[in-house]
């Protein structure tokens, strides 16, 4: 809009034409677009089709940082990290054919994560378009399941249009992951260029208008309610509704239990929270979701990791499904009371009609459920005083020594679990993990975007020796651009979960899960990155407290046991409450 | 219980849209048995009218996933009482076999019409229900078919007044 007058216009071109709107390159069109959108940091990769947008880049260096990653794939995992923490837009470049296949993981991730994201591809030249060119691929087609919304630009006067639209979309609504595909054609044409931000779509109805009657409806049933139940989902955090969800705990005494991906919403410490869902969440929350009588479900969507057996979940409950996206209520459990919503604007609404009521016996059920498991897997977990160290322990130690305000970045498999269960999250959106795809690989490049989303605070990756080997070129990134980020890598030489369902499912028949890992603190060194490797209960504490005092990125790999098991443990497909501790 | 539904998608007019659509009934393993498109009354708003096999409850979630593609204004799964529809067949017939007496009154009791007439053959055209259309093939081969051609379902929802009147106020605030 307003922004082109900020931006410096190319002075020769604004002179020759009279024309009150610059006349540019569809390329500088693109960055300005973005650059007018907000955006400062860039993930991405040139090549070929790609190169007139980094051509044009090159003269708004001053405004925006590209972060040149190592594999397209960090570059989309990287505009995810820095996305979920700072709740911006992340944006990743790539060029066309390979440069935007390696794209897929991050985008389907993004979508499935409910990220935004705007990736720009570079794409062969509209004449070539079918023709099977050098570095062609459909990735319109490609990315059509797995993306919000996709387009393919074939005139440069029309992108800065596209991406308006692209912001617009990514961001609003329930988020999602956006690509915006150039001709190669487009980039080096040239257009006037007037930047109009994206306010509407007609087809498209981002924030549904809430229906003040089943506001009522769901007030009634949480009024009437004896175990009233909330289940904090990451809608939560999308929509900035820790507050309101908070104070209508508070206000009813209302327990709340969080999945992977609302970790952080509440923090840990708070009295009416009672941990974490799902297959390897904690044993009150699980178990409870048996015995409550109201769900209050708030921007999560019943994943089959968090319900289990579909048919026995909540079963004895009245379902109140606060949700955004309307394709999401009734997919998996039948709400009874759909508040079909943003959850901000659906939780103020509710906390004026629930009435203040206490629930100190069902509260109490969830304590003597968590002691059961603090006494039978937390304590020996958290506080071992022999054999091999524990992954708990030390991500307890992490928790306590950061404060529990670090962002703290996990791949995924058991050390995600046990990070997600021990770290004592304070703060919202300190939590980022891959939740729906599983993606292993995901955190390193993650972590480095977080770290430049938000780099006032410490950001700490935790990461399984089998899943810092996908992504492990990304500590070049990190060296170049010189991200601080800490990271640790718990070590059992196994792709540990798989060996787990092996152990218990599989009659311990260990098929290709055993690794021979190399020394990870040589390969951080040959990236110039300090690192220590531990193996010692008695070193681990001054270990991380060194890491904590580096200035910049460091390396920590710690060998745990090798043998491990993640509990409790709902086996897949089960009811959540045949939840097993041992 | 798996039977025939009619699905109705009311879409921008969008390269790659069909695709969009097509993709949610295959994830789902739902074959589509027609597939009818064209332009609405309103300028820039098409309708899809797709048929498939399936369960109402498969559909509703499919019919939600559809819905949230961007440039989807509406979705809807139709019972089929809910619908009046059509679908069109032609026929392609020898010449030759006009000179059986019976064709004429085939085609009069059938309430079909000859579209053409060649010197090698004729084309005949019938509108009805699919069983309906297959049914008149089986009349029309002791003459000798040739070629055979059935539309996708057009249809018409018997509750639909409102939702149009949404679509052209949609139309009338883009335009203002």
């Known amino acids: ?582 | 219980m798996q039977k025939e539904y009619t699905v109705t998608v009311y879409t921008e007019d969008r390269i790659g849209i069909t695709n969009r659509i097509t993709i949610i009934f295959t994830r789902r393993g739902i074959n589509i048995t027609s597939l009818t498109t064209a332009e609405t009354e309103i300028p820039g708003v098409y309708k899809f009218i797709i048929t498939v096999m399936s369960t109402r409850e498969k559909l509703d979630k499919v019919v939600g996933q559809i819905e949230r593609l961007i440039e989807i204004h509406r979705a809807f799964v139709h019972e089929e009482e809910e619908v009046v529809y059509q679908e069109l067949a032609l026929y392609k017939i020898s010449t030759k076999s006009l000179d059986t007496g019976d064709i004429e009154r085939l085609i009069r009791e059938n309430q079909a019409r000859i579209l053409t007439i060649t010197a090698d053959y004729f084309v005949i055209e019938k509108t009805g229900h699919q069983q309906e259309l297959t049914d008149f093939i089986k009349k029309l081969e002791p003459y000798g078919l040739i070629e055979y051609s059935k539309s996708g379902r057009v249809a018409i929802i018997k509750w639909s007044r409102r939702f149009h009147d949404h679509l052209k106020e949609l139309q009338s605030s883009s335009e203002a």
Not at chain 1, 244 to 262: H, R, V, Y
Not at chain 1, 271 to 298: F, K, Q, R, S, W
Not at chain 1, 412 to 441: C, D, E, L, W
Request: aromatic share 6%; with cysteine.
């Open chain 1, 1 to 582: 809009m307003q922004q082109k007058d900020v931006l410096p216009m190319k002075a020769e071109k604004a002179d020759k034409r009279l024309s009150a709107k610059p006349v540019i390159s569809g390329s500088e069109a693109v960055i300005r677009s973005l650059i007018a959108e907000g955006v400062d940091t860039i993930f991405g990769y040139p090549g070929g089709a790609i190169m007139p947008i980094y051509d044009a880049l090159y003269d708004f260096q001053d405004q925006v940082h590209h972060i040149l990653v190592r594999h397209e794939q960090g570059a989309t995992h990287a505009a995810q990290g820095y996305a979920r923490s700072s709740g911006k837009v992340g944006v990743a470049f790539a060029t066309s054919g390979p440069g935007a296949t390696n794209l897929v993981t991050g985008l389907a991730d993004a979508y499935m994560d409910s990220t935004p994201m705007v990736c720009i591809t570079g794409q062969v030249a509209a004449s070539l378009l079918g023709t099977d060119a050098f570095q062609e691929t459909d990735v319109i087609g490609i990315t059509m399941p797995i993306t919000k919304w996709n387009i393919q630009v074939t005139r440069q006067e029309d992108i800065p249009g596209a991406i308006a639209k692209a912001f617009y979309i990514a961001r609003s609504g329930r988020p999602g992951p956006v690509l915006v595909d150039i001709t190669k054609n487009a980039q080096v044409g040239e257009c006037e260029y007037e930047y109009v931000p994206c306010t509407h779509i007609r087809s498209y109805q981002p924030v549904p208008e809430l229906r003040l009657d089943a506001v009522k409806e769901a007030a009634a049933l949480i009024n009437s309610a004896k175990k009233p139940y909330l289940l904090v989902g990451h809608g939560v955090l999308l929509s900035g509704a820790e507050k309101e969800l908070i104070a209508l705990a508070e206000k009813a005494q209302i327990p709340m239990a969080s999945t992977l991906l609302g970790l952080s919403a509440v923090p840990v410490d708070h009295p009416l929270y009672v941990g974490m869902l799902g297959m390897h969440g904690n044993y009150a929350p699980n178990i409870l979701t048996g015995e409550c009588d109201t769900v209050i479900a708030v921007g999560m969507r019943f994943d089959d990791r968090v319900t289990g057996d579909v048919s026995t979940y909540v079963a004895n409950a009245k379902v109140i499904h606060i949700e955004i996206d309307a394709a999401e209520i009734n997919k998996i459990i039948k709400a009874d009371v759909a508040l079909h919503a943003d959850a901000k604007t659906a939780l103020q609404a509710l906390l004026k009609e629930v009435q203040p009521a206490k629930h100190e016996e069902w509260l109490a059920e969830f304590r003597a459920a968590d002691k059961k498991e603090y006494d039978k897997v937390q304590h020996r977990e958290l506080y071992p005083e022999a054999g091999e160290l524990k992954m708990a322990e030390v991500v307890r130690l992490i928790s306590e020594k950061t404060k529990g305000e670090a962002v703290l970045v996990t791949d995924v498999g058991q050390h995600q679990m046990v990070a997600s269960r021990y770290y004592r999250f304070k703060n919202p959106n300190t939590n980022i993990t891959s939740g729906g795809m599983g993606t292993m690989g995901f955190s390193l490049p993650a972590a480095m975007g977080a770290k430049m989303g938000t780099p006032e605070k410490e950001v700490v990756a935790v990461i399984g020796d089998g899943c810092f080997q996908m992504t492990l070129q990304e500590l070049g990134t990190i060296y170049q651009s010189k991200i601080g980020v800490k990271i640790v890598i718990l070590n059992n030489n196994f792709l540990g979960m798989v060996r787990q369902w092996q152990q218990l499912f599989f009659d311990k028949r260990y098929s290709s899960t055993e690794m021979v890992n190399p020394d990870f603190v040589q390969i951080a060194k040959g990236f110039f990155i300090p690192g220590k490797k531990v193996t010692a209960r008695e070193d681990i504490s001054a270990a991380i407290d060194e890491m904590l005092a580096t200035d910049g990125a460091y390396l920590l790999e710690v060998v745990v046991e090798k043998e491990d098991n993640v509990f409790p443990m709902i086996p897949a497909g089960t009811p959540v409450t045949t939840i097993r501790l041992e």
